[in-house]
């Protein structure tokens, strides 16, 4: 059940997905939830169980600082990528190494996140944005982001989401975000549409730096997001955002992507439910994940 909260933004003025692409859905997990999802992270990471792909930032030249999207294809995975012998080095090791970590299979690994993807405010409001029925989950991605001296990387720069036309992200804190340095999600307010015509500063197809958004759009539609462990909000991320490089401590968040049609038109991995967890669901909770193999 959703439960209202105070505003969690440090934003003054109201929030609203149809007109911004970005809105506070109130307090969707209580925050001892939210700590239990994260212990259980933190239980993935110490044992070494279900890690999902991290890139090895010591081996990027700086050229590379700006992966984003189809982009990645350019490199040589077995270069970009930590490989399961450092994953064994251990948490002080990789922290070293790359900036975060994902959980494989988080519908699998994580069928708490199901409580969440399903929620009916949170779906019935992007439907309404979208003005469609025809609404599914895409790709779900649970990060642990840690606190360390590397440089920032990807999406810690302004970007766009090119996964497809229509595409709305619920963003949800594990732990409180209370400062800039605690790694805030950042959007800009009005971008999906309004995008700059950028063409000697421009990093990448999809990426801007911070000094072309503020004089562009301004300050005043560049918009942090704070809250406690269990805030969640929804932005459209076809419009520019980032996430903050945290350096207070670890930043724990999860991802999910409500989508009308299939991610990269299906060219990705399929993510997986359980057949066990998906009966519990009423039908029109189970067709959210049409685009999920079902094992």
Request: hydrophobic share 35%; aromatic share 12%.
């Amino acid at each position: 059940m959703l439960r209202e909260s105070r505003t969690v933004f440090s934003i003054k003025m109201k929030l609203n997905l149809q007109e911004n692409g970005f809105k506070n859905v109130g307090l969707l997990i209580k925050p001892n939830k939210a700590k239990k999802l994260k212990d259980k992270i933190d239980y993935f990471f110490k044992n070494n169980l279900n890690l999902g792909p991290a890139v090895n930032i010591k081996n990027l030249a700086k050229s590379q600082m700006f992966l984003n999207g189809e982009s990645r294809k350019k490199f040589d995975k077995e270069k970009i990528y930590l490989n399961k012998l450092d994953f064994e080095k251990g948490t002080k090791f990789i922290r070293k190494m790359t900036n975060g970590v994902s959980i494989k299979q988080p519908i699998l690994n994580l069928p708490e996140l199901i409580n969440i993807c399903t929620d009916l405010k949170v779906v019935s409001t992007v439907q309404k944005y979208f003005q469609t029925k025809n609404l599914y989950i895409g790709y779900v991605k649970v990060r642990r982001f840690f606190k360390n001296r590397l440089p920032e990387f990807d999406t810690n720069f302004f970007h766009y989401d090119d996964n497809g036309k229509n595409l709305v992200k619920l963003v949800l804190y594990l732990n409180n975000i209370n400062t800039k340095n605690d790694g805030p999600f950042v959007y800009v307010i009005n971008s999906k549409t309004n995008k700059p015509k950028i063409k000697q500063n421009k990093i990448n197809k999809y990426m801007i730096p911070e000094k072309e958004v503020s004089k562009f759009y301004g300050k005043k539609l560049v918009k942090e997001a704070y809250g406690a462990a269990g805030t969640g909000f929804l932005a459209d991320t076809i419009g520019f955002h980032k996430g903050v490089k945290n350096t207070s401590k670890d930043r724990y968040v999860v991802y999910i992507n409500y989508v009308t049609t299939r991610e990269y038109k299906g060219k990705g991995e399929n993510l997986k439910i359980s057949s066990r967890h998906l009966k519990l669901l009423k039908k029109n909770q189970q067709k959210l994940f049409k685009f999920f193999e079902v094992v």
